[in-house]
């Protein structure tokens, strides 16, 4: 599933047709396609399309409403981005992660005007707040720069996401790979000096325990012994030296 195809950035009157360009340009920097426009300022495109450079398709594709009722009409969750003080705002991040935690959800993300952002009746129809922690001097943000912030959060959370469910399907270890693991630890550990003979039984749980919590998998054991032959040859060449004396 590309949880990208399912949100749609959605600019509220925006004033100047550069600024859609722009927008566009940093959706498809970030894999976002699907852009919406509530009463987008009179003229030629030719501008926004100019400031678009390689996402010219953004703009093909886009769609224009009346009004935020219509635009979001068809989505599940409206989110509303904002730099004034609201209850509980979102961060970019935390967006991010909701939004993974419920991938089968259509979103509508809405940015204001340049100027006033989204009013509070605007807000009034989304179903969550997010806020870009921005320096209390100076709040206000560039459009595009704004929509940029949001889609690369969204895109680093969906990565991080991918990468975790790709290793999370890959199977753990055979309980007698383990068990070689900590045999083969055992005796390097004893070898080095770190086991002592007085003492053996009881570390060795102890790594059973914590080898159990890290859902080591093949490829993991295969890592960790492969450290061990490093250090029985290290310490096996530095043995032969001393014998040679």
Not at 59 to 75: E, H, P, T
């Amino acid at each position: 599933m590309n949880i990208q195809n399912n949100i749609s950035i959605i600019l509220v009157k925006p004033e100047k047709l550069r600024n859609i360009g722009q927008v566009a340009r940093s959706m498809k920097n970030f894999g976002f396609t699907d852009l919406r426009i509530i009463s987008p300022p009179a003229g030629n495109m030719r501008e926004a399309y100019e400031n678009a450079v390689d996402a010219k398709d953004i703009l093909d594709n886009r769609m224009v409403f009346k009004n935020i009722r219509d635009a979001i009409k068809d989505l599940n969750i409206a989110i509303g981005t904002t730099s004034r003080e609201t209850e509980k705002p979102l961060s970019p991040w935390e967006l991010s992660d909701f939004i993974i935690s419920n991938p089968n959800q259509r979103y509508g993300i809405l940015f204001g005007t340049e100027f006033r952002g989204l009013s509070n009746e605007e807000i009034s129809l989304c179903h969550k707040v997010v806020s870009i922690p921005t320096s209390e001097e100076y709040p206000s943000m560039n459009l595009s720069h704004a929509v940029a912030i949001v889609c690369y959060e969204l895109k680093k959370g969906i990565i991080a996401d991918t990468h975790i469910r790709a290793i999370s399907n890959e199977p753990l270890a055979e309980i007698a790979e383990l068990e070689n693991l900590l045999e083969h630890a055992r005796v390097t550990l004893k070898d080095i000096g770190f086991l002592l003979d007085s003492s053996p039984g009881r570390l060795i749980p102890i790594l059973r325990r914590l080898a159990v919590n890290l859902e080591l998998t093949s490829r993991d054991i295969r890592i960790l012994r492969g450290i061990l032959r490093q250090i029985d040859w290290i310490y096996s060449r530095n043995a032969d030296k001393k014998s040679d004396l």
